[in-house]
């Protein structure tokens, strides 16, 4: 008799969430933090590079060192002493002889802690040592 009038208890079907719509939201999101990301390796430290009429691109086996305006020394952005420094060249040279160092100090950087990171890049064995700058 309750069949009749549609109260029998039936069982209820699991509710089930449509996951495509989800998936594509995803990608979506995904593409577009691909595409406006920037990939650029830089020192992990925030310095204003001076202005030079003559900068040029380097390659893609250059060892990146920041100089901050205070002084200190960064290498993949982590601060180190000039002779953890040398000792870092040392070892990136001794795997890739090519390898240039590349100083992005800031243009209120001492120039005196930029001569010593540039010494201590040579005494490492680095051949090639150059100091970065935008172009104009």
């Known amino acids: 008799m309750l069949e009749e009038y549609g109260l029998m208890r039936h069982e209820s079907e699991a ?56 002084g200190t020394i960064h290498v993949y952005g982590r601060q180190v002493t000039p002779e953890r420094l040398q000792a870092l060249v040392k070892q990136e040279v001794t795997k890739n002889p090519e390898m240039s160092v590349v100083i992005i100090a800031d243009q209120d950087a001492a120039i005196g802690k930029a001569v010593v990171v540039m010494d201590k890049c040579a005494l490492a064995g680095a051949n090639k040592v150059s100091i970065a700058a935008e172009q104009e």
């Open 15 to 70: 509710a089930e969430i449509n996951m495509g719509p989800l998936i594509d939201m995803v990608f979506i999101l995904l593409i577009f933090f691909v595409v406006t990301t920037n990939f650029n390796r830089q020192t992990g430290v925030d310095v204003s590079k001076p202005k030079a009429q003559t900068a040029v691109s380097q390659g893609q086996k250059t060892l990146l060192v920041g100089v901050t305006r205070e």
